[in-house]
């Protein structure tokens, strides 16, 4: 089944750098990958998405980034603030099934 | 905007009880799912269904059940509750296909004692 993995666990970052966060996935089936933020105690959140025809899109200071013959994708948060504080999940779909397979999460710290 | 409601944000039980959390959304979504949330080991799927009536199981079904008797509705039962099912359970929504987000309820924190 599909395999996704998130590095690193945990990151720290001063405020206003950036901060980049790198998922890979298994199955090469998969064509839809979503980001997920989740702040403490708070549902997670969808914050973005790309679909496997895209390489790249971006909404503000975010962007997703995508190689699917390296079967990674990328989360970039430029100009940090205290407030992108929190979990950030990568998820993959499962092919033809509805289903999405999700990384473990990583806790990104942004330091004022 | 799409609203996926848990019933309770926290709850209490004892071992052997039977337990049942409930989930609703309110955009005629398809599927629903049902997740646990461990710190260290992200979302684990535990069941999932596409349709009225319909169910898969997910990664770690055992010991929980199912039941969809209304597509708005899914609830999440622990035939006979274990201290280590003590979690956060997250549900979830998303229209019918492959490249659909899924959207997540607030959470219910259950603690087995």
């Known amino acids: 089944g599909e395999n996704v993995e998130q590095h690193p666990s945990t990151l720290s970052v001063q405020e206003g750098d950036s901060a980049v966060i790198k998922c890979t996935y298994s199955d090469s089936a998969s064509n839809y990958f979503p980001w997920y933020k989740q702040e403490l105690g708070k549902r997670p959140q969808l914050i973005i998405d790309?679909?496997?025809?895209?390489g790249e899109k971006k909404d503000q200071r975010i962007a997703v980034t995508l190689n699917k013959t390296a079967k990674h994708f990328s989360l970039h948060i430029t100009e940090t603030q205290p407030e992108d504080s929190a979990v950030y999940f990568c998820?993959?779909?499962?092919?033809?099934?509805?289903?999405?397979?999700f990384g473990k999460g990583n806790q990104v710290v942004v330091i004022p | 905007d799409v609203k996926v409601t848990q019933s309770s944000r926290y709850l209490v039980k004892r071992t052997g009880e039977k337990v049942f959390l409930e989930c609703v959304q309110d955009m005629d979504h398809e599927n629903m799912f049902w997740y646990r949330q461990d710190p260290g080991l992200g979302l684990r799927l535990i069941y999932f269904s596409y349709d009225v009536k319909m169910k898969e199981k997910g990664d770690i079904p055992e010991g929980y059940s199912v039941s969809r008797e209304k597509k708005e509705r899914f609830s999440l039962i622990l035939e006979s509750a274990s201290t280590n099912q003590t979690s956060m359970y997250l549900c979830?929504?998303?229209?019918?296909?492959?490249?659909?987000?899924?959207?997540f309820g607030d959470g219910t924190r259950l603690s087995i004692l």
């Open positions: 790309i679909r496997s025809n895209v």
């Open positions: 998820a993959a779909s499962i092919g033809g099934n509805n289903r999405l397979a």
């Open positions: 979830a929504s998303s229209r019918w296909g492959d490249l659909e987000p899924q959207h």
